[in-house]
């Protein structure tokens, strides 16, 4: 009887450090698997703020391109103002002659009225 229940707690041991093992190696398995999904919750919020940053990109890109283009405008348009500035100046001078000659005019004829 000895033999048998030497056995038996050998078996019991046995049993029981398979058990302990399997136990730990459950415990692995489930702290990786939990790692796993914290690694895909991560990869599909990577994802969301990829696509996010994607799409503002997007939106300052277009901005660029209005502001470009009201950029090409103001400059057009400012070249224009310089042209039309040009004009008046050259339109005062003018008028400025004019008004001299028309007051050398004046006093010549008061001139030629009185003699």
Do not use: C
Not at 81 to 103: F, M, T
Request: aromatic share 6%; hydrophobic share 35%; proline share 0%.
């Amino acid at each position: 009887m000895n033999s048998g229940s030497s056995s038996r707690e050998r078996s019991f041991l046995t049993s029981r450090a398979s058990n302990v093992q399997f136990a730990n190696q459950l415990q692995t398995n489930l702290g990786d698997v939990t790692g796993l999904f914290k690694q895909i919750s991560k990869g599909s919020r990577s994802s969301e703020l990829l696509s996010q940053a994607s799409r503002n990109f997007a939106a300052v890109d277009s901005n660029i391109n209005s502001s470009e283009q009201v950029f090409h405008k103001l400059t057009a348009l400012s070249a224009h103002l310089g042209y039309q500035q040009e004009a008046i100046q050259k339109s005062l001078e003018l008028s400025l002659n004019v008004r001299e000659q028309l007051q050398s005019l004046t006093s010549l004829i008061s001139k030629s009225e009185l003699s």
